[in-house]
């Protein structure tokens, strides 16, 4: 965690509200404001979804992998289950595999009424020194 704390939160996720809750290689939780992150009939944005789940695999790679290592994101996809129209989401990660060069997560999305929104799963790369 210290890792994130020295380098701060990225601009997007500040954009976008959004808040770790929770943070280590084996499971990250952080939540976002549906309000702010609408697209235009006033649902939440399938795109805030994936940078919620992008920035969840990513920082949880990172945290894997160690202060010195970088990290890249290669994969990504969601499946939108529902629409969320207000309040909050939350992000819940747990490693899919997590390897000596890649890992993988699964993110699932939830409402503030505890149904899932969004499974997401994201494969990040692991660069040599």
């Keep these: 965690m210290q ?3 020295d380098r701060g939160q990225a601009p997007l996720d500040v954009k976008l509200g959004i808040e770790m809750l929770e943070m280590s290689p084996q499971r990250l939780v952080a939540r976002m404001p549906v309000e702010g992150n609408t697209q235009p ?3 939440l944005h ?3 979804n994936v940078v919620l789940a992008e920035s969840l695999g ?7 992998a160690g202060p010195n290592r970088r990290i890249v994101g290669v994969d990504i996809n969601a499946t939108h289950h529902k629409t969320a129209t207000k309040g909050f989401v939350t992000g819940v990660a ?3 595999s997590l390897g000596r060069t890649l890992c993988s ?3 699932v ?3 503030e009424d505890g149904q899932r929104t969004c499974t997401a799963r994201i494969t ?3 660069l040599s020194d």
């Design 46 to 48: 399938g795109g805030a």
């Design 3 to 5: 890792i994130f704390k």
């Design 94 to 96: 747990t490693p899919i």
């Design 105 to 107: 997560y699964e993110i």
């Design 124 to 126: 990040c790369l692991i």
């Design 41 to 43: 009939l006033g649902f």
């Design 58 to 64: 990513s920082i949880g790679t990172a945290l894997h």
């Design 109 to 111: 999305i939830t409402n």
